[in-house]
């Protein structure tokens, strides 16, 4: 069995700061292409977030480019999102995804692409 489990999320105000884990079990962690997604409330689609690859090469919406920053730790199996400057937009539930192989970059995007999800944290930000 495969199992993602998302943790951090919680309520904090406009210009705050929180750090989202994600920890993996069940396969070979280190081998797989990860990714952060949310939704926001009312929407019926997920919005890729942030992903990293195998060898830690990094991209990201460009709604949170030089706020959000993604990392992983292969030991811990344990993938982050580290979310500061929080804005009142960036409420939704987050989720993060796994995929092998890695995508290619025109594909990231694509929540449909990944394999296993975790059931999501939220985030609520407040004005």
């Known amino acids: 069995q495969v199992h993602l489990v998302e943790s951090g999320g919680g309520s904090v105000q406009a210009g705050g700061s929180l750090r989202l884990s994600c920890v993996v079990s069940g396969y070979s962690y280190s081998s797989y292409c990860m990714g952060w997604f949310r939704q926001a409330p009312g929407k019926a689609y997920k919005q890729g977030v942030a992903v990293i690859d195998t060898v830690d090469q990094t991209m990201f919406a460009d709604s949170v480019k030089g706020r959000f920053s993604i990392s992983r730790d292969n030991a811990e199996n344990t993938l982050y999102l580290q979310m500061n400057t929080l804005e009142p937009e960036d409420t939704a539930m987050y989720y993060c995804?796994?995929?092998?192989?890695?995508?290619?970059?025109?594909?990231?995007?694509?929540?449909?692409?990944?394999?296993?999800w975790g059931q999501g944290t939220q985030v609520t930000v407040s004005s």
């Open positions: 995804a796994a995929v092998l192989p890695c995508l290619p970059a025109s594909s990231v995007w694509v929540p449909q692409k990944y394999i296993y």
